[in-house]
């Protein structure tokens, strides 16, 4: 298998993980309904479908025989944004503790898992290949490395608001 064939499954298993990933974040707004979690999974689902867009050209560039463009990734979009300044991050957590809280905190845990996995696999991608295909590949991980952080804090928090609830009286 050529060198260009071995990176195309790379980004093709990539792009299916991301679509894997948006499809999950779409399906859980909808079991969330409206609030703060649900605004949350809508900024990633727009950020998911820019991750999207970004492989899918790696891809069109590998089957086309060129060289691995990355001026895409000079787009802010595709950098992860800055959820929730402070204030809106305790009032965000306020939001889900006074809603239906269990579905979200397993809604936090699989999201983290979701985009741990997907760094996780970008990191190690990156070691094994060079040149542009690693750059976009570390580039890649780090952008989920954010979403992973932003998920594993309030996964962390819910977790532990709701294991100091009160129980049955």
Request: hydrophobic share 40%; with cysteine; aromatic share 10%.
């Amino acid at each position: 298998m050529s060198k260009d064939a071995k990176l195309e499954k790379i980004f093709e298993y990539a792009l299916n993980q991301e679509k894997t990933g948006m499809s999950f974040f779409q399906d859980s707004i909808e079991r969330m309904g409206i609030g703060a979690a649900a605004t949350a999974l809508k900024r990633l689902v727009e950020e998911e479908k820019k991750h999207i867009t970004f492989v899918q050209s790696i891809i069109n560039d590998l089957k086309q025989g060129n060289e691995i463009d990355l001026s895409l990734a000079q787009d802010p979009g595709l950098i992860p944004t800055n959820y929730f300044d402070q204030r809106a991050r305790s009032e965000f957590l306020e939001q889900c503790v006074q809603g239906s809280m269990v579905p979200d905190v397993t809604i936090f845990n699989t999201a983290w898992l979701i985009e741990k996995d997907l760094s996780e696999f970008y990191a190690s991608m990156a070691q094994k290949t060079e040149g542009a295909a690693s750059k976009a590949l570390s580039m890649l991980s780090s952008w989920e490395k954010e979403h992973e952080k932003f998920f594993r804090e309030y996964r962390d928090k819910l977790s532990e608001v709701y294991s100091q609830m009160p129980w049955g009286g």
